[in-house]
């Protein structure tokens, strides 16, 4: 009804105005984090893109040359010769994430002495990779204390430069990589476990179930996303992550038989003559190799969900 002045109800806004323009608001305040993800995030990767089809040094060449880098990779065999050091160190993965929920549940269930290894199972992981890289090396080096007690127990003979042997080198750096990864297994795994109803343990232990069983077949299927993260993170670090530890202990050596692909592409950048198109091209190949890997850990995961409900 007209009010005295003549003026009739302000109209109120329709639904649909209002829900666009609380879409608009949230858009504008994304958007310095959106343009600074694509500055950050979008940009190098498609600029290593563009530079793998180029024989870029770095300073001077930036000449298009199609697949002639992946040709080369592919084609010289080396691919072969990194992929498999990189599957040979991704045995680590599982270790760490069954040691890791292993020792998880047992300071969940609080065992004895409980307390003091909770203080100490993070430790390796505080250390720094150069470090701990340089700490295996001169434990395995040929005047190393490994040799010195083979010699003290009458296996002198089997002493040798375990470092300079792939075919004992790349399991001393599963060791490695599994030793320092358990602490942040343990304590993401131990994260999830806060979910579980510690009820469910203590009927478990008054049926009778063993500590594996609960292990393995009460806590496993009830933190199934958990160790799915666990293993996806756990996989893509180990991808791309160990050039301190292999710089360290190694050297990538003796030849390529310790080598990997995220070794390589420091390789090609700055010891073999700045081959930085040659490098994109192996980043992008990584990249790829993640992606897959990592999609199909995802769906793997999605089907044991569905089995284990």
Known sequence: MADKHG?????????GDM????TRIAYLSLLPVL???LLVKAYPI???IYRSFTNWDGLYKNDFVGFANYREFFGSGLFMTLFKNNLVLLLSVPLQVIIGLIVAVLLYEQVPGWRAFRAIYYIPQIISLVILGYLFRSMFSLDGPVNKVLEAIGLGASAREWMGDGSTALPIMVGCITWYSIGWQTIVILGGMSSIDPSVFEAAKLDGASFFQRTFKIVLPMITSVITYCVVMAVVWTFTSLFSLIYSMTGGGPGYETMT??????EKSFVTGSQLGMACAISVVLFIIVMIITAAEMKLSDLAEKKWG
């Open 19 to 22: 829900h666009r323009k609380r």
């Open 261 to 266: 692909l995220d070794y390589m592409i420091y």
């Open 7 to 15: 003026s009739g109800t302000a109209a109120l806004p329709r639904p």
């Open 35 to 37: 343009l600074i993800l």
């Open 46 to 48: 498609l600029a290593t």
